[in-house]
C-alpha cells in the first residue's frame, strides 16, 4: 500500500516538475508570475483530447503538435502583447496573467462546454506487476517522457545558444541588451518554451485526469507550491519539488484526511516563503 | 477647488436621494458598487500608498463575513457587536500576518498572502462544527420590508465609503501618508531617514484590513449566506485591483472613479452577453493593464498611475532593478 503509493507519487511528480519547470523559467527570468500557467495545461490537454477524439492521434504521439502550437501562441502573446508592460510592476503583471487566465478558461468553456472530458486509451488497463506493486505502463510512459522532456530543458538552457541568452538576460538586462541579445524576442522564447512545456504537461495527463474549462485554477495553485519549494532557477529544484509534490499528494491521503491536504500545502507554501523565500534548492540563475 | 467641493456636495445629494428615486434592483447595484469602492479604497492603502500587492486582502473579507455570521447566528450576538468583533480580529489578524510576510517584498508578499488567504479558507472550510464548514453559514436576516432591507445596507455602504474616503484623503496629506509614499518609494531610504518601515507597513496593512472586515461582515448580514469559496474569492481582489488601476494608484478618488467604471461595463456586458460575460471581463483587464495604466484620475489631476510608481522603484542600473533572480530575495 504504502510502496505502491510511493511509487504512484512519484510517477506522476515527474508531470508536475514539467509543470513547475516551465512555471518558474517564466517567474526567474522576466520576474513574472504566469496564472495563466495553468490555463495553457488545460489547452494542451484539450488539444490532445481533440486530436485523439476527432483524428485517433495517440495522446503521447500529439506531444510535439501540443508543444509546437503553444509555443507559438505564448510566443505571440508575449511578442506583441505581454512585452509592453513585461518590465512593470508586480500589479501590472499578476493582474494581467489573471486577465488572460479568465479569458483563456471561457473560450475553452465555449469551444469544449463544461462537459467532463477524458481519453480512454486502449491499452490504459495494461501493466506490468512486481509482487503487490503494479506499474501501470500508461504512468510509466507519462513518467518517462516527463523525464526526458526535463533533460532536454536542462540541456537547452545549458548548452544551447538561445539557452545562455535567455540566462544572461535574467542575471541582467541591462547587460544582455548592451551585448547585442534582442532581449524582448529573448522574453517571447522564454514564455513560448514555458507554454510548450505547460501543453505538454497537459497532453501528458489528459489520458490519466478528466479535462474541464476550470482545470487551469487548481494546476497553478500546484505549480506555485512547485516553484516555491524547488526555488527559482533550478531545473533540479524543480524536478525535486515535483515529485515531493507527488509523493505528499499521494502517500499524504494514507495518513491525513483529504479535506486538510490543501490547507498543509498551503501553509507549506507560506512556511517556506517565509523561512527559505529561495526554495530549498533555489539559485540565482538558470541552470 | 470650489468646483471640486460643488460637485460632491451635487454627487452626495444624489446619492442620499438615489434610494428614494430607484427600483430595488438599481439600489442594490450601487450599493455593490459602494462595496466594491469600499473595497478597493482599503486594497488602495497597502498596495497604492505603500506599494506592497496584497492579493490576499479577501482574507480580511471572509474572516470579517464569519465572525458575524458565526457571533450572529450561534452565539445570537446584535449586529453592531458582531460588526465591532470582525473589525477586531480583522486587525489583529493583519498585524500577525504583517510580522510574518511583511518581511517579504515583491512577488513574494504577493504569493505570500494569498498563501495565506487560501489556507484560512481550508481552515474555516474543516472548523465544520464552528463554521458549518463548506455548507456555508445563515445569517439571520433583518425584519422588515424589502424596501427597508435595501436602504438600510445602501446607507450602510455609503456612510462605509464616505468614512474610508475621509480617512484616505486625510491620508494623501498627513505623516503617517507621506511615511507610506516613502516606504513605496524606496524602502531603504525611507529606513535611512528614520522611518520605522515595519511599523509603518503594518499600520498600513491593518487600516486596509480594518474597512475589509467591516465591509465582509456588512457583506454577510446583507446577504444572510456566506460560504468559503466566495467570501475568500481571490477574483474579487483581482477585481479591486483592475479597479485601482482604472481609477488610478494612490489617489483618494481613483478607487471610487473605477468601480463606478468597472460595474457599469461589468452591468452592461452581463446583460447583452451572458455567455461570454467572464471572458469579456478577462479581455477588459488585460486592455486596463495595456492600455491605462495611470488611470482615469491622471486625466483630471496628477495621479500617478501604478506603473510609474513602481517603475520608480526599479532605477535600471541598481542591481534591484533586474527582473528577476536579482530582486526575488525577500530576506537581503
Known sequence: MLLQAVINGLLFGAVYSTIGIGFSLVWGVMNIINVAHGSFIMIGAYLSFTLYAAYGVDPFLSIPIVMAVLFGVAYVIQKFVLNRVVRGSVFITLTFTFGLQILIANVCLLIWSADYRSIKLPYSSAGIQIGQVVLPAVRLGIFAVALVLTGLFYLFIRRTKTGVAINATALNFEGAKTVGIDVFNIYAITFGVSAALAGA???????????????????????????????????????????????????????IPSSYQELLGFSVLVLVLVFRPQGLLGKRFYE | ????????????????????????????????????????????????????????????????????????????????????????????????????????????????????????????????????????????????????????????????????????????????????????????AAGVLGIDQTRYKITAWALSALFTG??????????????????????????????????????????????????????????RFINLHLGILGLIIMLVVLFMPRGIISVVTQGKGLRDLLQGRRRPSSPAAGPPSSSNGGQS
Open chain 1, 201 to 255: 504537461a497537459g497532453a501528458l495527463i489528459a489520458p490519466i485526469m478528466s479535462i474541464n474549462p476550470f482545470l487551469g485554477g487548481p494546476l497553478v495553485g500546484k505549480a506555485f507550491v512547485i516553484a516555491i519549494l524547488g526555488g527559482l532557477g533550478s531545473t533540479i529544484g524543480a524536478l525535486v519539488g515535483g515529485m515531493v509534490l507527488g509523493l505528499v499528494e499521494t502517500v499524504g491521503t494514507l495518513f
Open chain 2, 1 to 188: 477647488m470650489k468646483a471640486k467641493w460643488i460637485v460632491l456636495a451635487v454627487l452626495f445629494v444624489l446619492f442620499v436621494a438615489a434610494p428614494f428615486l430607484l427600483t430595488g434592483f438599481w439600489v442594490r447595484l450601487i450599493t455593490f458598487t459602494f462595496m466594491f469602492a469600499v473595497l478597493a479604497s482599503a486594497l488602495n492603502i497597502i498596495a497604492g500608498f505603500t506599494g506592497y500587492a496584497a492579493f490576499g486582502n479577501m482574507v480580511f473579507f471572509g474572516l470579517g463575513a464569519y465572525t458575524t455570521a458565526v457571533l450572529m447566528n450561534k452565539v445570537g450576538l446584535p449586529f453592531p457587536v458582531a460588526l465591532a468583533a470582525s473589525a477586531g480580529i480583522a486587525v489583529v489578524m493583519s498585524i500577525l500576518l504583517g510580522l510574518l510576510l511583511l518581511r517579504l517584498k515583491g512577488h513574494y508578499f504577493a504569493l505570500g498572502t494569498l498563501g495565506a488567504a487560501e489556507a484560512m479558507k481550508y481552515i474555516v472550510e474543516n472548523m465544520t462544527s464552528v463554521t458549518n464548514g463548506g455548507r456555508g453559514i445563515t445569517v439571520p436576516s433583518m425584519r422588515g420590508s424589502p424596501f427597508m432591507h435595501n436602504t438600510i445596507f445602501y446607507f450602510i455602504m455609503f456612510g462605509l465609503l464616505i468614512l474610508i474616503i475621509v480617512v484616505v484623503w486625510q491620508l494623501s496629506r498627513n505623516r503617517l501618508g507621506y511615511a507610506f509614499k516613502a516606504i513605496r518609494a524606496n524602502e531603504e
Open chain 2, 214 to 271: 467591516i465591509t465582509g461582515a456588512v457583506y454577510a448580514y446583507w446577504f444572510s449566506y456566506i460560504d468559503p469559496p466566495t467570501v475568500f474569492d481571490v477574483m474579487w481582489v483581482v477585481k479591486m485591483f483592475v479597479i485601482i488601476l482604472i481609477g488610478g494608484a494612490g489617489t483618494v478618488f481613483g478607487p471610487v472613479i473605477g468601480a463606478f467604471i468597472l460595474e457599469t461595463i461589468s452591468e452592461l456586458v452581463w446583460s
